[in-house]
């Protein structure tokens, strides 16, 4: 029988799947939606000191579209803060959420101050939260914006000072924007907390080239999207058998392939946020379809059984083949006379006839395999 249960900084969480903070996670009733689609947890949305980051402008959110006809992507652009309540109401807010919901409840804030740190934290913890996240990478916060150089110094100090404060499990969110995450990773777990985060988005920029400023609210903003998963799955590889502490995946997941892939470098548990936001809560119950599904296919009852199985696997640069072992070759029957292999081959290995041909100059790239719309390149063995 399938068990998608997982054990995350000492709480039980009845799916891996945790729906990260943010707007969709800032109400009971948006919660309870997140449970009606299977969510194992939710990270409330951050409460943080300074004023201005508890109201966000409007319009906040812009879907960013990228890359050539046919091959797209896109960012997920927002200027979202944090939680317009005080204190007291986002306590309260826990709380009920604690009475009207079977989820694990990971409270979140983010201080300035050490005494606020100690003293919400503190709150947090007898609103009855399971888990405190501390919120040290919002890409919209004074911290990352303008005190990068003292990212780690910061977290090792914020995390020891709420370790020392509170009794619940403590868990660190991470910038993706420092010199290097695992030697940051190594510092949370040294700092004594239960667990960590990678990562919260990067802070980027879009701009409007008619006015020629930066659109919606006029400067930076957090940006995340299918793009950005390979980054996070290539830091959780090395920090996976570095740290003892559990790691809580996050950035880009947009399908069930995305969330398995998660586990397969180490991750405990997979947090999703834009998905949800254009796709709906359902999406949570997708993913988790398809993950079931996955399993089934291989034979496992539970996701410790394939977590971390690629990175024994993951070949360090010394050890990669570099004899060419394939190249091109073109079916003629599918091949439409686009020419798209032609203008991206490098190489002047491809010859126009009445269809397209593969002459001896091939090199073996598998550039032109990747761009034909008609799949009509195939790389085969080379002889």
Same mark, same amino acid.
């Given at each position: 029988?399938?068990?998608?249960?997982?054990?995350?900084?000492?709480?039980?969480?009845?799916?891996?799947i945790?729906?990260a903070?943010?707007?969709?996670t &800032?109400?009971?009733?948006?919660?309870?939606?997140?449970?009606?689609?299977?969510?194992? %947890?939710?990270v *409330?949305?951050? +409460?943080? @000191?300074?004023?201005?980051?508890?109201k966000?402008?409007?319009?906040?959110?812009?879907v960013?579209?990228? /890359?050539?006809?046919?091959?797209?992507?896109?960012?997920?652009?927002?200027?979202?803060?944090?939680?317009?309540?005080?204190?007291? =109401?986002?306590?309260?807010?826990?709380?009920?959420m604690?009475?009207?919901?079977?989820l694990?409840?990971? =409270?979140?804030?983010?201080? *300035?101050?050490?005494?606020?740190?100690?003293?919400?934290?503190k709150?947090?913890?007898?609103? =009855?939260?399971?888990?405190?996240?501390?919120?040290?990478?919002?890409?919209?916060?004074?911290?990352?914006?303008?005190?990068?150089?003292?990212?780690?110094e910061? $977290?090792d100090?914020?995390?020891r000072?709420?370790?020392?404060?509170?009794?619940?499990?403590?868990?660190?969110?991470?910038?993706?924007?420092?010199?290097?995450?695992?030697?940051?990773?190594?510092?949370?777990q040294?700092?004594?907390?239960?667990?960590?985060?990678?990562?919260?988005?990067?802070?980027?920029?879009?701009?409007d080239?008619?006015?020629?400023?930066? $659109?919606?609210? %006029?400067?930076f /903003?957090?940006?995340?999207g299918?793009?950005?998963?390979?980054?996070?799955?290539?830091?959780?590889?090395?920090?996976?058998?570095?740290?003892?502490?559990?790691?809580?995946?996050?950035?880009?997941v947009? +399908?069930?392939?995305?969330v398995?892939?998660y586990?397969?470098?180490?991750?405990?548990?997979?947090?999703?946020?834009?998905?949800?936001?254009m796709?709906?809560?359902?999406?949570?119950?997708?993913?988790?379809?398809g993950?079931?599904?996955?399993m @089934?296919?291989h %034979?496992?009852?539970?996701?410790?059984?394939f977590?971390?199985?690629?990175?024994?696997?993951?070949?360090?640069?010394? &050890?990669?083949?570099?004899?060419?072992v394939v190249?091109? +070759?073109?079916?003629?029957d599918?091949?439409?006379?686009c020419?798209?292999?032609?203008?991206?081959?490098?190489?002047?290995?491809?010859?126009?006839?009445?269809?397209?041909?593969v002459?001896?100059?091939?090199? %073996?790239?598998?550039?032109?395999?990747?761009?034909?719309?008609?799949?009509a390149?195939?790389?085969?063995?080379?002889?």
């Amino acid at each position: 029988m399938i068990d998608l249960s997982v054990n995350f900084a000492g709480k039980k969480l009845k799916s891996p799947i945790i729906v990260a903070s943010s707007g969709l996670t &800032e109400t009971v009733a948006r919660v309870q939606k997140a449970e009606q689609f299977g969510a194992g %947890g939710v990270v *409330v949305k951050t +409460k943080f @000191e300074e004023p201005m980051m508890a109201k966000s402008p409007t319009p906040r959110f812009s879907v960013l579209s990228h /890359g050539f006809v046919g091959d797209r992507s896109l960012s997920f652009y927002s200027i979202e803060q944090g939680a317009e309540v005080d204190i007291d =109401g986002y306590c309260d807010e826990i709380t009920r959420m604690k009475e009207q919901t079977d989820l694990a409840i990971i =409270g979140s804030v983010g201080c *300035v101050n050490d005494e606020t740190w100690v003293s919400w934290s503190k709150a947090v913890e007898r609103a =009855g939260a399971d888990v405190l996240e501390l919120n040290l990478s919002c890409p919209h916060s004074n911290l990352v914006i303008g005190n990068a150089k003292s990212i780690g110094e910061t $977290i090792d100090h914020v995390t020891r000072l709420v370790k020392k404060s509170v009794s619940i499990p403590v868990i660190s969110k991470m910038t993706p924007q420092m010199n290097s995450p695992l030697a940051t990773a190594q510092v949370i777990q040294e700092a004594g907390a239960d667990g960590l985060t990678a990562f919260s988005r990067f802070l980027g920029l879009d701009l409007d080239i008619e006015t020629q400023a930066p $659109i919606m609210h %006029g400067g930076f /903003g957090g940006h995340g999207g299918p793009w950005s998963i390979n980054y996070a799955l290539r830091w959780i590889s090395v920090m996976y058998p570095a740290i003892n502490i559990p790691i809580s995946g996050c950035g880009g997941v947009t +399908k069930w392939q995305d969330v398995v892939k998660y586990f397969l470098v180490g991750a405990n548990n997979v947090q999703i946020c834009a998905a949800v936001y254009m796709r709906g809560y359902e999406v949570i119950e997708t993913l988790l379809n398809g993950l079931k599904k996955y399993m @089934e296919e291989h %034979g496992y009852n539970s996701i410790e059984e394939f977590r971390g199985n690629t990175v024994p696997r993951i070949k360090q640069l010394s &050890e990669y083949n570099r004899e060419q072992v394939v190249v091109a +070759k073109i079916s003629e029957d599918k091949c439409n006379t686009c020419g798209s292999c032609a203008k991206s081959c490098i190489y002047f290995a491809i010859d126009k006839g009445e269809t397209y041909r593969v002459n001896d100059k091939c090199a %073996g790239c598998g550039l032109c395999e990747q761009i034909c719309p008609s799949k009509a390149v195939q790389m085969v063995a080379y002889a």
